[in-house]
């Protein structure tokens, strides 16, 4: 159980066009989402936490109308990347808290989404 | 405010060797998370472990193990006789209670283990 999806996995696109990225909890409802970004051998960094029905909170330094998230469901948050630029290239990484995680805080981790533009 | 610091960038070791990764975190919360996850060249993160603020016990799992202490702020994890398929990178993360959830990942430690 407890299985994340992210679609999709490699994406290739030109600068200036818009890629979304889909997140979804398989087998479980998720109130929290967390989108994080990680560069080549760097870690990985929050970018916004997403609750469902409500706006995301961007971290600071993130441009929340560059990375626009949408999380419409209790199973789906998606993350559009708007004109995007070579610069946005990096390795996206969804996360999922369960509705029922309660006060352990548990999250599971998508497969995360390797973005490259050219 | 919350840091990580994992100061070990690399290691390499022989298979069959044990390893000790570091990890060291800030924070003036009683109440928090330690985690510790696996990233494989595949990307996908793997979760290790999980441990509350309140639980000092060292916890064992096969051939890995952990060393939690309040009092040096110190959260490590040994891989014991290491294998080539413990090559990855990993992660020690730390989440405070109460401040949303969001996790506060350290700059990772990159092993290697050779054949």
């Known amino acids: 159980g407890a299985v994340v999806s992210q679609h999709p996995s490699r994406v290739i696109c030109k600068s200036g066009t818009s890629v979304k990225i889909e997140c979804r909890s398989l087998?479980?409802?998720?109130?929290?989402m967390f989108w994080y970004r990680q560069f080549p051998k760097q870690s990985l960094m929050l970018m916004a936490t997403?609750?469902?029905?409500?706006?995301?909170?961007?971290e600071q330094g993130v441009e929340k109308d560059k990375f626009l998230i949408n999380h419409a469901s209790l199973t789906l948050s998606t993350l559009t990347v708007t004109s995007a630029h070579p610069e946005d290239s990096s390795f996206y990484i969804c996360?999922?808290?369960?509705?029922?995680?309660?006060?352990?805080?548990?999250?599971?981790f998508g497969p995360g989404t390797r973005l490259t533009v050219t | 405010a919350q840091k990580v610091t994992q100061a070990q960038t690399e290691i390499s070791v022989v298979e069959k060797e044990d390893v000790t990764l570091d990890c060291v975190y800030e924070?003036?919360?009683?109440?928090?998370?330690l985690f510790w996850y696996k990233q494989p060249p595949s990307g996908e993160l793997v979760f290790l472990i999980r441990?509350?603020?309140?639980?000092?016990q060292n916890e064992i799992s096969g051939r890995y193990s952990w060393n939690f202490q309040k009092s040096t702020s110190s959260f490590n994890f040994t891989i014991t006789a290491s294998q080539v398929v413990d090559s990855a990178v990993y992660f020690c993360?730390?989440?405070?209670?109460?401040?949303?959830?969001?996790?506060?990942f350290g700059t990772g430690t990159r092993l290697q283990v050779f054949p």
């Open positions: 997403s609750n469902e029905g409500s706006k995301a909170t961007y």
């Open positions: 441990r509350n603020s309140f639980d000092e």
């Open positions: 924070t003036r919360d009683t109440t928090y998370y």
């Open positions: 996360s999922a808290r369960p509705r029922t995680s309660g006060t352990t805080y548990e999250q599971y």
């Open positions: 087998d479980f409802q998720a109130t929290t």
């Open positions: 993360a730390l989440s405070v209670i109460g401040n949303t959830d969001k996790l506060i």
